[in-house]
């Protein structure tokens, strides 16, 4: 697994997102349908009632108009609404002319609230006779009233068409905002360190996942003690090897001075070879474990150490080297950092690079040591930047992160090696709180590995 999250189809924040917004809508479409059925009842019950209180209102006029065009004139009580006053005549009294403007009402209307059609149209209609025998119908146009029921309804719908979306979006945020304490925690294991067994805190993180984060707590506190206990059977095995392979070292260097012939010579010096290049995997295997102890940045407030000391140090050891293969090493810069961590440690991560450097070097080639600063290379303040730069054939983009693990080396480049001088390096650099990125060199014929030192001022 790379930690990238997966599809969103196994993504719990998508469907617990897609769940609560599915939800807010289906019930923001039922409340709307029943708040739209309401409303137009709504609406049509008060339209009945101003039917009513209107027709009340006229039974209870002592004059009433006499001639047809006087009550034609009063009939329109509000003609945008479709509201129209209409006298019609009482049970067995004489018939009312029809006014010129429709509607039309007959006296076969009885009192109350009823639906007619008139003139092509439906009409809403109350009809009340007052005490004088007088019959009035006060009638609405029946799509009139549909079209301000439905209007009412909309106006009542609406909060909730745009409140329902602004709601999923809103939940979508707040399980987005949620859910970050659960990023918080996949970012703390990502930064880790290799050799980091600290508990992860808790503290910031939703209970419901406490039993999660308490299971890894125990599960890295039993991978901490698997890897105290490899290193070490590592640093035992290696430390009681170190005896027998001296005392083969001297009975090698005695017969070395005894008189041969020349393919026993021969096969002394393949086995004093050998041997010498078992104590230094022996070295390496107790200096491994020795930087392994502890946490990454343990040491990394330890006393100032000037970087330039460290190389000229180094240099002294490896200068034969470097002649023996005519290779032109050498320190570019007048720089003098200084950085944090012990000594020892220090130089055997520079020794580790240029060493490294000069063997994977072709005879004729050059390896520069370079320091900068932060302020010197633009970077910015705070780091300290080595660069050990050779003409060698480099490492391939694809193997750069292995070569920083124990016992892996790159194939085809036929030197003999352990494989953990870069892995010893990794590790003295992450105690120290040093970063290790390895690029080509600026002209791309060689390898460029650059440390990035936290900087301590040297006043």
Same mark, same amino acid.
């Given at each position: ?135 009035? +119908? ?45 990023? *918080?925690? *996949? ?6 360190? #290799? ?18 984060? +308490? ?5 890295? +506190?039993?991978?901490?003690? *698997? ?12 430390? #009681? ?45 107790? *200096? ?9 940045? %343990? ?16 240099? #002294? ?5 470097? #002649?023996?293969?005519?290779? $032109? ?75 920083? $693990? ?23 650099? +992450? ?20 440390? %990035? ?7």
């Amino acid at each position: 697994m790379d930690g990238r999250e997966g599809p969103l189809a196994s993504s719990l924040r998508f469907r617990l997102s897609a769940w609560i917004s599915a939800t807010i809508l289906a019930g923001a479409a039922l409340a709307g349908v029943y708040s739209y059925v309401a409303a137009t009842g709504d609406a049509h019950r008060l339209q009945d009632v101003q039917l009513r209180q209107i027709g009340y209102i006229i039974s209870k006029l002592d004059a009433v108009p006499a001639s047809p065009q006087a009550r034609e004139r009063a009939g329109d009580i509000d003609f945008d609404a479709r509201i129209v006053l209409r006298f019609i005549a009482a049970e067995g009294g004489k018939p009312v002319a029809c006014p010129s403007r429709p509607p039309c009402f007959t006296s076969e209307l009885v009192d109350g609230l009823q639906t007619v059609n008139a003139g092509g149209e439906q009409w809403r209609v109350y009809v009340r006779t007052n005490a004088k025998g007088i019959r009035a +119908a006060v009638a609405q146009q029946a799509a009139m009233r549909d079209a301000i029921a439905r209007a009412d309804a909309i106006h009542t719908v609406t909060p909730l068409l745009v409140l329902a979306p602004l709601l999923a979006l809103l939940v979508t945020i707040v399980v987005r905002v949620m859910f970050r304490p659960l990023r *918080t925690l *996949t970012t703390q294991l990502g930064a880790r360190q #290799e050799h980091e067994s600290g508990e992860l805190d808790r503290s910031a993180l939703p209970s419901e996942v406490w039993p999660f984060v +308490a299971e890894i707590n125990r599960l890295i +506190a039993r991978t901490a003690r *698997t890897m105290a206990r490899q290193r070490r059977f590592i640093a035992d095995a290696a430390h #009681e090897l170190r005896s027998p392979m001296t005392a083969m070292s001297l009975q090698a260097e005695r017969l070395a001075a005894s008189e041969m012939s020349g393919e026993a010579r021969t096969r002394l010096d393949a086995l004093s070879a050998g041997i010498g290049r078992t104590r230094i995997l022996l070295d390496q295997l107790l *200096t491994l474990a020795r930087t392994q102890e502890g946490p990454a940045g %343990q040491e990394s407030g330890g006393d100032p150490v000037s970087l330039k000391r460290a190389i000229l140090e180094c240099l #002294e050891d490896l200068v034969p080297l470097a #002649e023996a293969k005519e290779i $032109d090493l050498g320190v570019v810069g007048d720089a003098d950092p200084l950085v944090a961590g012990p000594l020892v440690d220090l130089k055997t991560l520079v020794k580790n690079l240029i060493d490294n450097a000069i063997r994977y070097t072709p005879p004729g080639g050059r390896v520069d040591v370079r320091v900068d600063t932060g302020s010197a290379t633009g970077s910015g303040d705070g780091w300290v930047h080595l660069h050990v730069e050779d003409t060698g054939p480099g490492i391939p983009p694809a193997e750069r992160a292995r070569v920083f $693990d124990a016992f892996y080396r790159v194939l085809g480049n036929g030197q003999i090696g352990s494989g953990l001088g870069l892995a010893i390096t990794a590790t003295i650099a +992450a105690r120290m709180g040093a970063r290790i990125t390895l690029d080509d060199t600026p002209g791309g014929a060689g390898l460029d590995v650059h440390v %990035q030192f936290p900087a301590l001022r040297s006043g």
